[in-house]
């Protein structure tokens, strides 16, 4: 399928008084039409600046991206000039936030606040503008569109917000859409509602979604393909099939073994990755996961991992993969999720040929 | 929304007696009498104008007559001006103080938000450190200083605007100047705060996303949610400017009711304080009645009534 937003070597950097945080350093990845992509990590490892970054949207200073190129359609984002960036943000690139609390403006209609886009980028004005708002707010499901139009966002719940903000992003059909953690601060119910409604449209819109998220579940309900993300650098890719069931980085391991499964022993404690992700003021030498990694070997503390290529579609980066690695066995999490959905694959049989267990 | 407006002036009732009463009661313990010092009037002329005005009785009768006349809307003669009716004293004093204190509260408000939010645009730069500077200034310095600068440099060096008395639009421009520094100063710095408080938004990042330009984010989306919390200066602000014509007016030689209110005080004109005093608690109930209903239109969350 055709790439339509291609990142390389992306570097972001934040010039704080402590010194320079290296927030993400060197993330690759491609975009297809019309797929959805999650980028999964936890707090602090630079998925949400990646987004934002996309959009150029990190506030300079303190941020900056200092390296790399964003490609789309042919132009590169990061080199664009402001003014061209406005013609791109909201029309072809559009963003969802985390928190519809806080994400519109308390003291504006709805209406205002979707037709701005409208007349920014496709000059819509009065009847038109009217008449393509309740067609948005008829699209992400807002019951009596009519009466909406006048009220501010205030007056409405956390779940009918959020399809607001998605309202505001769909509003001049973006080609690609940034759904930053868009149900974490949601409850669980609405939370399936707005997947849902993320999902169907885009079975009616084509639009590619990159979904930033730190809830494995919702991946595996949402994304076509997964990037892992680390200490700002992409640890692991590939399908969701393969990342779910043939993952190879001990970092993945270490986020799909501590996912609570219906099957597990109540006594016994779940599993948990030690330790916190390292500082990037002052990113480690070698593998950032080593010091918390249980299969780390000497390589790791010393020279970062390239990225290695498992499959046509699957990559991770860690000296696991190297030729010249001992082969290790992966917890039992994993290994029988892999035994389970993938017992014939290379993964699988890697580690069963040895009759380990 | 009428019911509270309703609730609000029953209130501001109470308060306005309550002045009236205080004031009464005060003015009372003030040395001498209206007519003590009249070189030219006999002990038993003052004892026959006392006699006439009721000066003679107790205190808690000329209060009760006084009250009483008050609620049929008549405030009373000056002791001093030929027995002219206060009320007309008021009215004929009130178009230069109204004009003064209106051209310095707009001027100095719309020149506050701009220099608020010119300052947190440029955060840091020396356009920050510059209208903040003018603004500590503002605040720090009291207007009849400015007033004797701007009456000294423009007035009289430069000859640009006439120095003092109220005869043409001319004639407002250094009294609304000194009178609107202060003003510009708080809302300077209170917008700057806010503005830059509203910077950090995720509405503000979300209009960003948009594809809103730099100023459309700025004036639709963050200066409407920066006023919200400056509104509130703008009660206290407005009762600084009521005194603060007092002086300014005296400076100017504005013909306004500041210069009758202060004379009045000087000549234990009675009547005149009494009246001049209700006129501004008015003034400035009414203003800060008119402040809270600005905050429901300003900001929809605070919207009062059933009007959801």
New interface residues.
């Given amino acids: 399928m055709e790439t339509i937003l291609s990142v390389r070597d992306l570097e972001v950097s934040f010039h704080t008084y402590a010194g320079t945080v290296q927030a993400v350093r060197g993330v690759s990845f491609d975009l297809k039409k019309g797929e959805t992509l999650a980028i999964v990590g936890e707090s602090g490892s630079g998925k949400s600046v990646t987004s934002k970054a996309i ?1 150029r ?1 990190i506030p300079n200073p303190p941020g900056e991206i200092t390296n790399g190129e964003i490609m789309f359609e042919g132009k590169d984002l990061a080199k664009l000039s402001e003014k061209e960036m ?6 072809d690139i ?2 969802i ?3 519809p609390m ?7 209609t709805i209406y205002k606040q979707i037709a ?2 409208l007349k ?2 496709q000059g819509l004005t009065g009847e038109d503008a009217k008449k393509r708002t309740l067609e948005l707010l008829t699209l992400v499901g807002i019951p009596n569109p009519e009466a909406r139009l006048k009220q ?1 966002p ?2 409405l719940s956390g779940g009918m917000r959020q399809r607001i ?1 998605i309202a ?2 769909l ?1 001049c059909n973006p080609k690609v859409l940034i759904a930053d953690e868009p149900t974490t601060a949601l409850d669980v119910t609405i939370q399936a509602q707005i997947l849902e409604l993320l999902k169907d449209i885009q079975q009616k819109t084509g639009t590619a979604i990159i979904f930033i998220t730190h809830d494995l579940g919702v991946v595996a309900n949402m994304a076509d393909r997964v990037a892992v993300m680390y200490a700002g650098r992409l640890v692991e890719k590939g399908t969701v099939d393969e990342v779910f069931y043939e993952p190879r980085h001990p970092y993945t391991w270490g986020l799909l073994g501590s996912m609570p499964r219906p099957t597990d022993d109540r006594n016994e404690a779940l599993p948990a990755i030690p330790g916190t992700p390292p500082n990037l003021l002052d990113p480690p030498k070698g593998d950032a996961f080593a010091p918390r990694n249980p299969y780390a070997m000497k390589i790791d503390f010393e020279k970062e991992p390239p990225m290695f290529q498992v499959s046509d579609t699957h990559f991770a980066s860690s000296w696991l993969l190297h030729p010249q690695a001992p082969a290790v066995t992966p917890p039992r999490a994993i290994r029988e999720l892999a035994l389970k959905y993938r017992p014939d694959s290379a993964f699988a049989k890697s580690f069963t040929k040895g009759g380990a267990e | 929304m009428g019911r509270y407006i309703l609730q609000r002036l029953t209130y501001g009732l109470i308060t306005f007696f309550l002045i009236a009463t205080f004031t009464f009661f005060l003015m009372d313990l003030l040395p001498g009498s209206p007519y003590q010092n009249q070189e030219k009037l006999t002990e038993s002329q003052i004892q026959l104008l006392n006699d006439r005005y009721g000066l003679n009785d107790p205190l808690p009768v000329r209060y009760a007559t006084y009250i009483g006349n008050m609620l049929q809307g008549d405030l009373g003669v000056s002791f001093r001006t030929a027995n002219r009716p206060v009320t007309e004293l008021i009215m004929e004093r009130i178009g230069p103080s109204a004009q003064l204190g209106l051209q310095a509260l707009v001027l100095g408000t719309l020149v506050g938000i701009l220099l608020g939010v010119v300052a947190a645009i440029r955060h840091n730069t020396v356009i920050d450190y510059g209208s903040m500077f003018v603004s500590v200034i503002g605040i720090s310095v009291p207007s009849f200083v400015f007033a004797a600068l701007l009456q000294y440099y423009v007035g009289v060096q430069f000859k640009l605007l006439p120095v003092a008395f109220w005869d043409s639009p001319a004639h407002t421009i250094l009294p609304t100047i000194s009178l609107s520094l202060g003003v510009t100063a708080s809302i300077a710095r209170f917008v700057r705060t806010e503005m830059l408080e509203v910077t950090g ?3 503000v ?9 730099g100023n ?1 984010i700025v004036w ?2 963050m200066v ?2 920066a006023m ?1 919390p400056a509104i509130t200066i703008l009660g206290p602000l407005t009762a600084a400017l009521l005194t603060g014509t007092f002086v300014i007016e005296k400076i100017f030689a504005v013909p306004g009711l500041g210069e009758l209110f202060v004379t009045s005080i000087t000549l234990n004109d009675y009547s005149v304080i009494m009246g001049t005093t209700l006129f501004f608690s008015a003034v400035f109930i009414l203003i800060i009645l008119m402040v809270d209903l600005l905050y429901g239109v ?4 605070i919207r009062l009534g059933g009007d ?1």
């Fill in positions: 959009m949207l406005l013609k791109i943000r909201g029309r559009a963003m936030f985390q928190d806080t994400s519109l403006n308390p003291t504006m701005e886009g920014q980028h501010y205030h007056q903000v505001i992003a509003a | 938004q995720d509405y990042t979300l209009a960003k996303a948009k594809g809103l330009s459309a639709k989306h409407r949610n919200i300003v900001d929809p969350r959801n």
